[in-house]
């Protein structure tokens, strides 16, 4: 009952699930949640979770309240500190997602917090592969009003990222990440869409492909010819198998041969010795 009424109402639009909601409600802390993203970034509620299952290892007293970078740093610093001794398993890019107020990383670091701390798990699944873009949201609204390649750089890049990582060739390879998940998403408009885009055919979704001609069928007069379709030309030469067919008949001509050297035959004439006497 102290629960609900020192937190009367879930907060809206969270993205958390109910589990976690009310597991949030049992520990009363001492702000309530109302912006996930914005509430979990600094540390603060994150180290108060924990000081109610390690009291010995978490000193509230060391962690400020405040959106500082030197103030986030500091809080997270020591969380990540207590996480080495704990063997407590936090990836970098969770952290890293929470304090720069990525969409959906807040959520998910409760998510796995609540699995480290009371060993349950939660009916809902995440993605295998760590995305803190906006690409989600974009894919919900029309594509006349999703956002450009800069404007997607824009949404994605936050200025306490540059900040702390003020290295050039660090945030070039972000924002080539980034372009190339809103290329990936112009493409798949395109094949989703192809007439907002004017896109057309090539020329072999444009050619027809005409089934070969059916086999040759010999009349009883021995001429051949294809059978007609209304799909395949007909061909005037006819192919190379023909001379195989056992239906073919072929007309014997009898040569009469001529004798050798002109001379008639003996049998015939008489021999020559009796022509001369």
């Known amino acids: 009952m102290s629960c609900s009424s020192s937190y009367p109402q879930p907060p809206r639009r969270t993205g958390l699930p109910r589990e976690v909601l009310r597991w949030l409600q049992s520990l009363d802390l001492t702000f309530p949640v109302k912006n996930v993203r914005r509430d979990f970034s ?7 979770i924990f000081f ?3 009291q010995d290892d978490i000193q509230m007293h060391s962690y400020e309240n405040g959106n500082s970078i030197e103030n986030k740093l500091s809080n997270w610093s020591q969380l990540e500190r207590f996480f080495s001794k704990r063997n407590v398993n936090i990836s970098r890019e969770l952290i890293d997602g929470t304090i ?4 959906g ?3 998910m670091l409760l998510q796995t917090i609540y699995v480290i701390l009371t060993n349950r798990r939660i009916k809902t699944t995440h993605q295998e592969e760590i995305d803190f873009t906006d690409r989600p949201y974009q894919e919900t609204l029309p594509m ?8 997607a750089v824009k ?15 660090v945030n070039k390879q972000k924002i080539k990440n980034i372009v190339k998940i809103h290329l990936q998403q112009r493409k798949q408009e395109r094949v989703e869409d192809p007439k907002r885009f004017n896109v057309k055919p090539t020329l072999g979704e444009l050619a027809v492909r005409h089934p070969p001609p059916k086999p040759v069928i010999a009349d009883d007069d021995n001429s051949f010819h294809y059978k007609k379709s209304s799909t395949a030309p007909l061909s005037k030469s006819l192919p190379t ?6 239906s073919v008949v072929f007309k014997e001509i009898h040569v009469k041969q ?3 050297n002109g001379l008639p035959s003996s049998n015939q004439h008489g021999s020559p010795a009796s022509s001369l006497n």
């Open 42 to 48: 600094n540390g603060l509620l994150i180290a108060e």
């Open 100 to 103: 720069h107020c990525k969409p």
């Open 258 to 260: 001529a004798e050798r």
């Open 52 to 54: 109610w299952y390690f």
């Open 241 to 246: 198998d023909i001379r195989s067919k056992t």
């Open 144 to 151: 006349v009003a999703r956002s450009t390649a800069s404007k």
């Open 155 to 169: 949404n994605n890049i936050t200025l306490s990222e540059m900040l702390i990582e003020p290295d050039v060739v």
């Open 105 to 107: 990383a807040a959520e």
